[in-house]
């Protein structure tokens, strides 16, 4: 069996799950990155993470079905490399009013941001045997009524208390932990307007930057007595009323 500790990071193709794989990657990790419409982008991160001298290998699948679910981790036992770290990032945000979100936009939403992060924790931990670390990629929207989009809203409110119980369930070899961004890169369903107001409404006012983020996912990796918690990144967000 190869030496090297393996990292599954769902959603690393861009954004904030690139940032994690290259945190991964600096800390010593082979990384198996996941994505699903981001190709592009995916092949060049892996790249970068090759030329850092990382081990990394590409997986396409739907995590919003089980065959894709089982796709990634057959990827994975394929590494021949322990698994030790599953970061859970791929998620959709999509704006809708209550009134109006169809089923079906409230099933996809749930379905990838709640439900395939706990079927790949399952399917993680029953291949962690010597411990691990699952880390849930949460929102600072999960502690507030964010009417504009309730579906993504509900979704990282469940994951949050999914953290929680997983914490409890996979203990004591496994740790569950999650990880609360606030403002960081702005999506396309805000316009630059909206992200600027929102921007000089935090205390800091300003953004974070995506290296801020993902250091808390290495604080995670370091602190192995820190389980069931929610690290909230926000620049003082969850202060406003």
Known sequence: MASEPLAIVTGAGHRIGKAFA??????????LLHYWTSEAEATETARELRALGA?????????????????LFSEADKTARPLK???????????????KLSAQEWDETLSLNLRAPFLCAREA?????????????????????WSRFPAYSVSKAGLEALTSILARAFAPTIRVNAIAPGLTLRSKVVTDDEWQR????????????????SSALEFLLKNEYITGQ???????YSLLG
Not at 22 to 31: E, F, K, S
Not at 126 to 142: C, E, H, P
Request: proline share 3%; aromatic share 2%; with cysteine.
């Open 85 to 99: 770290v599953l970061v859970n990032s791929a998620g959709v945000l999509r704006a809708g009013d209550p009134l």
């Open 198 to 213: 929102l921007v000089e409404r935090l205390p800091l006012k300003r953004a974070a930057s995506v290296d801020e983020i």
């Open 22 to 31: 290259l945190t991964l990657a600096h800390n010593g990790y082979a990384i």
């Open 55 to 71: 081990l990394a290998d590409l997986c396409r699948a739907d995590l919003t079905e089980l065959p894709g679910i089982a796709a």
């Open 230 to 236: 929610t690290l909230v990144i926000d620049g003082g």
């Open 125 to 145: 931990a029953s291949r962690m045997n010597q411990g691990g670390l699952i880390v849930n990629v949460t929102d600072v929207g999960a502690r507030k009524s």
